[in-house]
């Protein structure tokens, strides 16, 4: 399995967050009556920009084997 293992880890957590940020967006999204494209395009961007950093800093940490 150490094959599979990711060799760039900060990249890997950076996926990782951005498909975790794109989710919650999305079933945020699916809940939330506030559908402005100004509203939109910063706050949902702004989040899943956040959890990509996130994701990005902690992925060295817990992705390392």
Do not use: K, Q
Not at 27 to 49: K, M, P, Q, T
Request: charged share 10%.
């Amino acid at each position: 399995m150490r094959g599979f293992a990711p060799t760039r880890t900060a990249l890997a957590g950076a996926a990782a967050g951005l498909l975790a940020g794109g989710v919650s967006a999305t079933v945020y999204g699916l809940h939330c009556d506030e559908n402005a494209a100004a509203f939109v395009a910063v706050w949902y961007s702004l989040g899943i920009g956040m959890t990509a950093v996130a994701g990005a800093i902690l992925g060295p940490r817990v992705l390392r084997w």
